[in-house]
Structures are given as structure tokens and as C-alpha cells.
């Protein structure tokens, strides 16, 4: 069998030149320049508006993430049922029309209506994100799946980079209006390149066969994870890690301005450092992948993390942040491409969605949970305090984990 998987494995060159892959990395880069533009540029204005009112910035976050809780299992099984090329370009296009709609509240209404763009936005990923997942099943070989989710974990790093210094620029430049108006404009272009996505696979059910209702695929999905020990352990693996990030992702902005005393533009200096790392742990999680599976990369991962964590929260010192930063960088895209290959790995094409749609909550939902009560705590306890504790639930999520290293996948056809 191996030889024969050898055999009909594809180049590199073909590769780069299959138009899935052209498509989906193109799409990606506009989605990634308006999302960045709209993530800073809603940071920096929130700030302003409210003088740097922790509960308003952590509703930024609960903004962009609670959609994701509610929505990815129902986004998950409705990508199972829909023609995946055809759901990314339509929610593309609305998530546009509702940006520019946005916009036109901003100019008559309330500056409150600015968290109206990252809610829906969100809440269409949920189903555009799952449809990406299935084509990538369908149109990457399973030899250059890691590859493929390397190569766009590289370009999401780039972006970690230009990103926040985009969002800033523009933000301080031309104003919240502007930088709204260029992301609609993004996914408008996202929308145009995935038109040239190969045409979805039309199923042709048999004479007879009844068709099922969405919400028995819904149990269907929750039986095949509860089945499968791998993806079992890697949903508690996404609750644990939820909690950690969900605690520490809106409080970098008072890392900068509070541990280490600089004004609140800095904070696009740090993401740019964690950019850089991710960069660079993209081509060594490449190598790695060759040798490790894909639940030790996760697991090296996420026990890197437990000690950066731990040092961003305690330390005053400006260098020694920096450092944890690219560190924490270093070992992201080993977390992500394990993550990703663990559900293709051990998911059959037809659950693709669905088993995405169930795992995503749990990390989303754990995260919002914490992401709510992160204004609330930060008036109660130290950042340090906040910080180990996130440190902690990131050990717990590495001992969840280890009994996986003996796991093999099942990759099925």
C-alpha cells in the first residue's frame, strides 16, 4: 500500500501549480490584510473611546470568538450538506455587505455599531472555515496535507507580522471609516479569487435513499467523535487551552502598558516579534512533522507555551518579554499543523465538517467563558496572577495529552 501511495504522490511543483491551492492562498491573503486592518484598527478605537476601559476591550474579543461557539457545529454540519466552494464565496460576500453596512451606521449612528463588524464577519467564518477544511481533503493529496496547512500557517505568520502595523497605520492615519471601508473591500476580492476554486463535486444520491435531516447529522457527528479515543482527547485537549487563552489573548494590551510602562501603538511591535517566530517555526514544524506525529507536535507545543506564559505575566523587563513572545511564536504553527492534521488524520471525508463543528466550540466556547470574565478578573487579581494561572491550564492540557503519544491515526479514504 505505501508503494503504491508513493507512487501516485504528486511533486512540489504540481503542488504549487494545483489551482486549489493558488485559490485558496490568494483568498487567504486578502481575508488576512482586512482582518488585520479591522482587528487593530477596532482595538486602537475602542481604546480611545472608552480610555482604556478593560471590560469594553475585552468585549472586543468576546465579539469576534462567542460567534464561534455558537455557530461552528451548526456552520460544521450545514458545510457536510452544502457545496463547500459555493458557501465560502456567498459568506464573503455578505460578511462585505454587512461591513459596508457598518460603515453607514458609523457615519449616521452610534460608534458602539463597530463590534456589529467583527460579530457577523465571525459568524459567517464559521461556515466558510469548515467548507475550506473539507476542500482541502478533497483537492491535497493526504501526503502534502501537512504542507499544505504549513504553507498557510506561514502565510497567516506573515500576517502576524504586517498586520498590526497595517491596522495601526491606517488607523492613525486615515480613521476607523477607512479602515472598515478596505476590509469589505478585502473580502469582496477574497470572494472573486475563490470563484476560481475547482467546481464542488456534485454527489448524486441513489434511487430511494432517504434523505437525512440536519439534526440526525448533528447526532451522527457527536457519535463518531465520541467513538475515536484521538479526537476525544484532543476536544479535552481545545476546552483546556480554551480557558488559558481565553484568559490571557485581551489583556496583551496591558502587558505593554502596564508590566513594561510603553504607550499602547507598541503592542503592534510584540504581535510583529510573534510573527516573525511563527515565520520561522512554520519551516522547522515542516521538518518536525517528517518525524514527530502529529499529537507530540501538539503536545512539545503547548508545553513550550506553559513557560512563556508564565514569564510574559511575570516579567518587567522589556527584552525578557520579547523573547517569551518569539518563543511562543516559535512553537504556534507545531500547535496548528498538529491540531489540523489530527482532525484530517483521523476524520473521513463526509464528518470533515461536522467533527470540526464539534471540536472548535469546545476550545471557542471555553475560551469566551474566560475571554468574558478576563475585564472582571484583571480589577480583582495581578496580571501575574492571571498569567500563571493560564500557565497552569496549559499543563493540564499537556498531561490530557500525553497518554495520545501512543495513538496511531486512522486516515481514512
Known sequence: MSQVVAQTAPTMREFFS????QSILLSGVFLQIGIWIRNFAVLMYVTDMTNN??????????AEFAPIFIFSFIGGAFADRWRPKLTMVWCDILSAASVFAVMLTLYYGSWKAIFFATLVSSILSQFSQPSGMKLFKVHVHESQLQLGMS???SMMAIFMILGPMMG??????????????????CFLLSALVLT????????????????????????????YVLKDKMLVTLGACFAVAGLALGLVNPLGLFIVTENLGLPKENLQWFMAVNGGAMIIGGGLAIGFAKKMSPQAMLTLGMAVSIFTIGIMG???ILWVALLAQFISGLVIPAIQIGINTMILGNT???FVGRVNGILNPLFMGAMVITMSLAGSMKALFSLEGIYLTAAGLFLVGVLIMLPSLTYKAKLKQ
Open 196 to 223: 476560481f476554486l475547482p467546481a464542488d463535486r456534485k454527489v448524486e444520491r441513489t434511487t430511494g435513499e432517504p434523505t437525512t435531516h440536519i439534526i440526525t447529522e448533528m447526532r451522527q457527528g457527536f457519535r
Open 18 to 21: 494545483n489551482r486549489f491551492v
Open 53 to 62: 476601559n478593560p471590560n469594553a476591550i475585552s468585549l472586543i474579543s468576546v
Open 168 to 185: 495601526t497605520f491606517v488607523y492613525f492615519h486615515y480613521g476607523i471609516k477607512v479602515a472598515i471601508a478596505i476590509m469589505g473591500v
Open 151 to 153: 504553507m498557510y500557517q
Open 348 to 350: 473521513e471525508e463526509a
Open 314 to 316: 511575570m516579567t518587567h
